[in-house]
């Protein structure tokens, strides 16, 4: 089993920055070849793909975040980071990290075997 626990959201006016941080606990060392991502859900919309990483470290990014946001993970620490610049107000949402058994990360939240509680983020104009 892994447990991820997310940090590092807030509020922010736009134009600003946010870096979000997923720890692993548990059978972390599966994490090093482990597909995994970041997620977002605003009220009343479905959980959204916003960036993924695969065990090799090869990124995907939503067409919505790219250049603005990035993925990257620390191995030894077992730690997934999404740094966030030039934030906008509809990037207000709960953003989630997430795991799977695969070392291919996918866009798609089904694909997942292992989720965080959530981090708020909120972007005032």
């Known amino acids: 089993q892994v447990q991820l626990v997310e940090s590092g959201g807030g509020s922010v006016q736009a134009g600003g920055s946010l870096r979000l941080s997923c720890a692993a606990f548990?059978?972390?060392?599966?994490?090093?070849?482990?597909?995994m991502g970041w997620f977002r859900q605003a009220p009343g919309k479905e959980r959204e793909g916003v960036a993924t990483i695969n065990s090799d470290g090869s990124t995907k990014y939503a067409d919505s975040v790219k250049g603005r946001f990035t993925i990257s993970k620390d191995n030894a620490k077992t730690i997934l980071y999404l740094q966030m610049n030039g934030l906008k107000p509809e990037d207000t949402a709960m953003y989630y990290c997430?795991?799977?058994?695969?070392?291919?990360?996918?866009?798609?939240?089904?694909?997942?075997?292992?989720w965080g509680q959530g981090t708020q983020v909120t972007v005032s104009s």
């Open positions: 548990g059978y972390t060392y599966s994490t090093y070849y482990m597909g």
């Open positions: 997430a795991a799977s058994h695969l070392t291919i990360a996918t866009m798609s939240p089904t694909g997942y075997n292992y």
